[in-house]
Structure formats: structure tokens, C-alpha cells
């Protein structure tokens, strides 16, 4: 079994950053890549980004390209998100997944964590 957790979200204005972290724990010898998606209200979920086990292929959705990095330290166990130039669109509950291979599809993803609000105030 793999647990995740997010932190890092808050409250921010338009224009600002926020860094998400998400700490995986138990399974962690096994190599999962780790991705963030997000849930607006009345919305699905949305895939935002992915990184591989390696850290050597990320992915991400159009909207957030040039904004946001996804990056990761293994020996830490914690996946980032760096949010920059937050738009009050970005505004969502962020959750990490990990998954046997990078993916921007939520089936792919075996494990999630539970979320961490992101208000973006125009």
C-alpha cells in the first residue's frame, strides 16, 4: 500500500505562486510516477501534471505550461508542484496520484491522496 500527502495550498491573488508538496509513504521502495490533478467544483478532475519515477519525462496540461513545474526527490519520498502566475481559474483541490507509469489519464493512477485547496482570488 502507498499513502499520499499534499500540503502547500492556500490562499493566494492573482499573480502569486504556491509551492505543493506531496509526501508518499509506505510502499516506497516500489517506482511509481507521481502526478497532480485537480478538482474544481461541479467539475471532473483534471489531469495538471505528471513526472516519471526518474524524474526524466514530465507532461503537463496546456493551460499551466510555462506556469507550473512539477519536479521530485526521491530520497525524500515528495513530489512538487511550483505554482506560478496562479489565475483565479487554477482555483481547484489539488490531489497527487502515483502510478506504475506516467499517465495523464486518472485510470492510470493506482493511489491518491486526499487534497489541498488552492484559492486563487482575482
Known amino acids: 500500500q502507498v499513502q499520499l500527502g499534499e500540503s502547500g495550498g492556500g490562499l493566494v491573488q492573482a499573480g502569486g505562486s504556491l509551492r505543493l508538496s506531496c509526501v508518499v509513504s509506505?510502499?516506497?521502495?516500489?517506482?511509481?510516477?507521481m502526478g497532480w490533478f485537480r478538482q474544481a467544483p461541479g467539475k471532473e478532475r483534471e489531469f495538471v501534471a505528471a513526472?516519471?519515477?526518474?524524474?526524466?519525462?514530465?507532461d503537463y496540461l496546456d493551460s499551466v505550461k510555462g506556469r507550473f513545474t512539477i519536479s521530485r526527490d526521491n530520497a525524500k519520498n515528495t513530489v512538487y508542484l511550483q505554482m506560478n502566475s496562479l489565475k483565479p481559474e487554477d482555483t481547484a483541490v489539488y490531489h497527487c496520484?502515483?502510478?506504475?507509469?506516467?499517465?495523464?489519464?486518472?485510470?492510470?493512477?493506482?493511489?491518491w491522496g486526499q487534497g489541498t485547496q488552492v484559492t486563487v482570488s482575482s
Open positions: 513526472i516519471s519515477w526518474a524524474g526524466r519525462s514530465t
Open positions: 509506505g510502499r516506497t521502495s516500489s517506482r511509481y510516477a
Open positions: 496520484a502515483a502510478a506504475p507509469r506516467i499517465s495523464t489519464w486518472r485510470s492510470g493512477y493506482d493511489y
